[in-house]
């Protein structure tokens, strides 16, 4: 398919084609996922996804499933891909505020200090970022802090579209192994350097797709209040009876992967 392009956007060059990228097809983009959901596309026994003869006529597509789940939703993954990462105007004077008074070295060496030390600033650099900045530490750690909340908020924010819908669950699945947390530590490192939210976007695909692993008791608990019956594994992770909507057996991963099953804040 020469019009797969990954979620952000590049062009699917030297790897198989996933549910989660998109192609342009019947005048508009959408996801693999979709495209399967609506006839356009099947996916044969070597995990190929081929046009369909509804994809090749053009035909009217049939009528997309909406979810039969979802954990309100906060917009589409699309639109946030649109829009530049951004934080709340208080924030963004505060980063504006550290950048000013604070040199770049001592800036990287915060940073780094707040990646290895899961969230807390090393006391020295913490009193060479007041000296420069011609503040006390304490005033320092106080506005070090506040920078931090900003950011936070503001990527749970740019994150809520991909379906991250708790911030304690997904901290906790920031955590939950030494590869996940170092991939958040690059991940905060392209963002505070190169804007760059890819990293996280990444993150938050692989969240949903484990959240049954991740958050079993939140999953049973809205699988439960949409009527839609599963099956808990031995192992870990659910596998939904979707007979009612025509699909039979399958594994939770599988659902979120075809769009069946969406992830969005409730609250």
């Known amino acids: 398919m020469t019009t797969a392009k990954s979620p952000t956007g590049s062009p699917v060059v030297g790897r198989e084609v996933r549910p989660s990228d998109t192609i342009q097809t019947h005048g508009q983009r959408m996801t693999v996922a979709m495209a399967i959901q609506m006839g356009f596309l099947s996916q044969d026994t070597g995990g190929n996804f081929l046009p369909t003869s509804t994809?090749?006529?053009?035909?009217?597509?049939?009528?997309?499933?909406?979810g039969v789940l979802e954990l309100v939703?906060?917009?589409?993954?699309?639109?946030?891909?649109?829009?530049?990462?951004?934080?709340s105007p208080e924030a963004e004077a505060t980063f504006q505020e550290l950048a000013g008074s604070v040199n770049p070295d001592t800036q990287l060496a915060a940073l780094y200090s707040i990646l290895r030390n899961d969230g807390n600033l090393d006391q020295k650099v913490l009193e060479r970022m007041a000296s420069q900045a011609g503040v006390e530490p304490e005033d320092m750690a106080t506005t070090v802090a506040f920078a931090q909340e900003?950011?936070?908020h503001a990527i749970m924010k740019h994150l809520s579209p991909?379906?991250?819908?708790d911030q304690d669950t997904f901290t906790d699945f920031l955590h939950s192994?030494?590869?996940?947390?170092?991939?958040?530590?690059?991940?905060?490192?392209d963002l505070v350097m190169h804007n760059s939210t890819k990293g996280f976007e990444?993150?938050?695909?692989?969240f949903t797709l484990a959240a049954d692993m991740v958050d079993p008791e939140g999953v049973a608990?809205?699988?439960?209040?949409?009527?839609?019956?599963f099956t808990q594994q031995r192992g870990g992770g659910v596998v939904l009876d979707l007979t009612a909507q025509g699909m039979g057996q399958m594994a939770f991963r599988q659902a979120v992967q075809l769009g069946i099953i969406k992830l969005s804040r409730n609250r």
Do not use: N, W
């Open 55 to 66: 994809g090749q006529a053009g035909a009217a597509p049939k009528d997309a499933s909406k």
């Open 73 to 87: 939703s906060g917009g589409a993954a699309e639109e946030a891909l649109e829009g530049a990462f951004t934080a």
């Open 221 to 229: 608990g809205a699988l439960e209040d949409a009527g839609i019956p």
């Open 177 to 189: 192994s030494p590869q996940t947390h170092q991939k958040m530590v690059e991940s905060v490192r």
């Open 202 to 206: 990444g993150l938050a695909e692989e």
């Open 150 to 152: 900003g950011m936070q």
């Open 162 to 165: 991909f379906g991250v819908y």
